[in-house]
């Protein structure tokens, strides 16, 4: 999509989504800063660009609603306890090219990481009963930080 900027000295050009936030040199010699994509697409009229869901995450967590229910997520117990997990939002993984005769594979190489591997930290809170039924036994300080959640176990965003 197309986005009219306008220079100070009235020079009208059109960018496109890939160069929101840079800078721009007008004719004029004037450097202008381009608005966030959000920005851009707000003064076009249309909605700003949805959170990915690491983002959702991490602005819970950094407003204080994300532990703002003093319930544990599993049970709904009243509790204090805070348990650090850490999830998994997105997997880069590893791409092959393969040669294959008659349908069979004979060759394989690796050719590059596709994706990017997001994770981010999510505090959630669980009682005592929750913690041993939930990491089967393993005492809340063995737990290790990155470890992987599971969606049963993450409350309602």
């Known amino acids: 999509m197309k ?3 306008q220079c100070e000295c009235g020079h009208k050009w059109a960018v496109t989504e890939c160069d ?7 004719a004029c010699g004037r450097t202008t800063e381009l608005p966030s994509l959000d920005e ?6 249309l909605s700003p660009m949805p959170l990915s869901v690491a983002g959702v995450i991490e602005q819970r967590v950094a407003s204080g609603a994300a532990l703002a229910n003093m319930r544990c997520a599993k049970c ?3 509790t204090e306890q805070v348990v ?7 997997r880069a993984y590893n791409v092959f090219e393969q040669t294959s ?3 069979i594979v004979v060759d394989e190489r690796y050719v590059g990481e596709q994706g990017r591997s997001v994770a981010v930290p999510v505090p ?4 005592e009963n929750c913690q041993l039924a939930v990491f089967r036994g393993a005492l809340l300080h063995a737990i290790p930080t990155r470890l992987r959640c599971q969606s049963s176990v993450l409350p309602a965003l």
Not at 20 to 26: D, P, Q, S
Not at 84 to 89: G, S, W
Not at 124 to 127: D, E, T
């Open 101 to 103: 005769f008659h349908g």
């Open 20 to 26: 929101a936030g840079l800078r721009m040199n007008c």
């Open 84 to 90: 650090p997990l850490v999830a998994e939002c997105e």
């Open 124 to 127: 959630i809170r669980l009682c």
């Open 76 to 78: 709904a117990t009243q």
């Open 40 to 45: 851009l697409r707000r003064e076009a009229g």
């Open 3 to 5: 986005f009219q900027i």
